[in-house]
């Protein structure tokens, strides 16, 4: 078993021990089971995680110290039980060498532990030479005080004051020299606490840096005890106080010491450190304030009156606030720069982007800079994605860096991700720069907007060059060219009339030609101009669609509904003999049947999109069946066409499904296309002020 393991256990069974015989001696004077509860709870609190760390990590001297301060608090204990038995004229057995040696200087054994602990720790080691100076003085400065102050002339400490020197007495330097050696331990004890501090200084280790924080931040409650001392002597006239100092700083330090030897990433310790010190420095000088105006009033109004607690009072209340935000900004500065620098560095965008001097984009930057680390990255999320996009665009990498997600009016708006930095300091400052990623968001996504609209223009720019082509060539190639020869079969026929009066009885084959071509280009011309605009649509988008999906060689089910009005169903439509195999089961409105308010740009957008789905499903699906659905409410027409088939549709500039994206988005609507093993389905919604 390592020494450092053993020697924690025995401390242990010796705290036990005094804290049992404590129990016994406060049973002999009649105190009460309180005051002994209390003191074998302060002294079991530093066992708890000397215990646990002795288990975790058996090699350090962290754990015998803390072991060591649950002893120093059951002697104390003990001492206090050995005094209200000497004070009632019962001293029990040894107190003729107790008195003197024990009960005179015992309080030092509250703090030799957390001081060695100081020096030592995180390793176990002493540093250097200085450190081990200062060792040896706080083990021998308690011992030597303890024996002047036993010799020194003159009454012991209340409530032993009677007792007689039974170790005898000195000579009359001993008692100053008792007082100038607790006075060098004081000094220890300052030197102590320093030495923390000057190690993290020195240490390049991230690790060791947090743990010693860890430590410092707990050792702010010596003078935190301090203070509660000098307090109590100013509000109370006593030193009752101390007590509630004396135990944080049981609880505290070994507390601090577990999670910094076990868990030292646990929280932003700099942060904590940080305003644990601004409010310790704002406590003491509220208490120079408040002991300067008791001091000064009192001088007038006299000690201890009303005046003078009221006006103590009211200067401290007034100074307060100010005093607290600017040794903040100090302590940040000192302590923690890095997060003071940060959030500087998000203020100074937020005003130079207000005013036009700075862009918003400038955020990843600005941020790496204040932080010292290169590595952040802010991610923006793009409207309709969850993969996060920088400012430039690209997607936003952050599986080897601590990411903490950036939200807004409870929106997930972007993600702030850093190597260097710690989870607590990026969920900061994820709240600070929540209205920058979120204006930054809104600037991608008005760009890409007019990136789209302007593609989409030119996309639809030329769509109608190439049908205004289509329509020449079908003009010049069908239409216009049977009128041709039609005018020049007329001509030709009249021509022969004027030439042979007799001739027309034998013209009747040339005008019945004549009668055929323009029939059939009448046919062509009316096949043109239902490309140009459905004429269905003259009856209504129902009836239009209808008209599209009476033909299909397939099962189709057309679903027409206005939300404002209760829906009924409807017979099936007739489909004429060869036709094709007839439709599903079909639903029509109650009521405004024809739809024939809605606007034109509206319908025609509606039934392309229609029209385009089914020739995809009937060309390319190979579906066994399709549903078409049409609905009007809330301002908008919605139409759907889903099929069963392989699937496989995309939206793709150029293609058939890519100019009906950009023909409802220039009617102000939306597609959408779903398509997999499943089936597809196309889905058009479009704004219908109707």
Do not use: K
Not at 317 to 342: C, G, T
């Amino acid at each position: 078993m390592p020494w450092t393991r053993a020697s924690t256990l025995l401390l242990a069974a010796v705290t036990a021990a005094l804290a049992v015989v404590g129990a016994v001696l406060a049973a002999a004077a009649g105190t009460g089971p309180v005051e002994p509860l209390l003191w074998s709870g302060l002294a079991a609190v530093p066992l708890v995680p000397a215990l646990l760390l002795t288990a975790r990590r058996p090699h350090l001297t962290v754990a015998p110290l803390l072991a060591a301060a649950g002893a120093g608090a059951a002697l104390n204990g003990m001492a206090d039980r050995y005094l209200d038995l000497v004070a009632a004229g019962t001293p029990p057995p040894g107190a003729w060498w107790v008195v003197p040696l024990v009960l005179q200087f015992s309080w030092m054994l509250f703090f030799v532990p957390f001081a060695l602990l100081a020096l030592v720790f995180p390793d176990g080691r002493l540093p250097g030479r200085s450190s081990r100076v200062v060792a040896v003085g706080l083990l021998v400065t308690p011992v030597t005080a303890a024996l002047l102050g036993a010799v020194a002339p003159g009454a012991y400490r209340e409530p032993a004051a009677d007792h007689p020197h039974t170790l005898g007495t000195g000579p009359a330097w001993t008692g100053p020299a008792a007082v100038v050696t607790v006075a060098a331990f004081g000094v220890l004890l300052l030197a102590a606490a320093v030495a923390p501090v000057l190690r993290r200084r020195r240490s390049t280790d991230p690790v060791e840096r947090a743990r010693l924080r860890w430590l410092a931040l707990a050792g702010l409650g010596v003078p935190a005890t301090l203070l509660l001392c000098w307090a109590s002597y100013l509000l109370l006239g006593g030193p009752d106080l101390v007590v509630v100092g004396l135990a944080g700083m049981y609880v505290g330090i070994p507390a601090a010491t577990a999670v910094a030897v076990l868990r030292h990433g646990l929280y932003d310790v700099d942060r904590a450190y940080a305003a644990t010190l601004t409010w310790t420095a704002v406590a003491t000088g509220l208490l120079a304030v408040y002991s300067l105006v008791a001091f000064a009033v009192g001088a007038v109004a006299g000690q201890g009156s009303a005046p003078t607690a009221a006006a103590a009072t009211a200067v401290c209340a007034a100074a307060l606030a100010p005093m607290r935000s600017r040794l903040r900004r100090v302590v940040d500065a000192r302590i923690d720069p890095q997060r003071r620098a940060a959030h500087d560095a998000v203020a100074a965008l937020t005003r130079a982007s207000r005013d036009g001097s700075a862009r918003p984009e400038e955020l990843a930057g600005r941020l790496g800079a204040a932080v010292g680390d290169p590595t952040l990255v802010v991610g923006y999320r793009p409207p309709g994605g969850d993969t996060p996009v920088d400012a430039d665009g690209r997607p936003v990498e952050t599986a080897d860096r601590v990411a903490v997600p950036v939200v807004r009016d409870g929106r997930r708006v972007g993600v702030l991700a850093a190597a260097a930095c710690s989870r607590s300091l990026l969920r900061e400052l994820a709240e600070a720069v929540a209205l920058l990623v979120e204006v930054v968001c809104l600037r991608q996504e008005a760009h890409r907007a007019q990136t789209e609209a302007e593609a989409g223009r030119a996309r639809l720019l030329a769509v109608g060059d190439a049908e205004r082509r289509r329509l020449e060539r079908d003009l010049h190639d069908g239409a216009q060219q049977r009128l041709v020869s039609l005018g020049m079969t007329l001509r030709l026929a009249q021509r022969r009339i004027h030439a042979e009066p007799g001739a027309a009885a034998g013209l009747d084959d040339v005008l019945e030609a004549a009668v055929a071509e323009l029939g059939t280009a009448v046919a062509e011309l009316r096949r043109i101009a239902h490309g140009l605009r459905p004429s269905g649509l003259d009856d209504g988008l129902p009836a239009a669609l209808r008209g599209l999906t009476a033909h299909l060689p397939l099962p189709v089910r057309l679903e027409v509904v206005d939300e404002q009005a209760p829906a009924r169903p409807a017979a099936p439509v007739p489909v004429p003999a060869g036709a094709g195999p007839a439709p599903l089961p079909e639903r029509t409105p109650a009521t405004d049947p024809d739809w024939l308010d809605v606007p034109d740009r509206v319908a025609l957008a509606a039934y392309y999109v229609v029209g385009e789905a089914l020739t995809n499903t009937v060309r390319h699906a190979g579906a066994t069946r399709v549903e078409v659905h049409a609905a009007r409410g809330g301002g908008t027409v919605r139409v759907r066409v889903r099929d069963d088939g392989r699937g496989g549709a995309a939206v793709r500039p150029g293609h058939g499904l890519g100019g009906l994206a950009d023909r409802v988005a220039a009617a102000g609507g939306a597609l959408a296309v779903r398509s997999d093993g499943g089936g597809t389905e196309v889905t058009a919604e479009l704004p219908c002020a109707s």
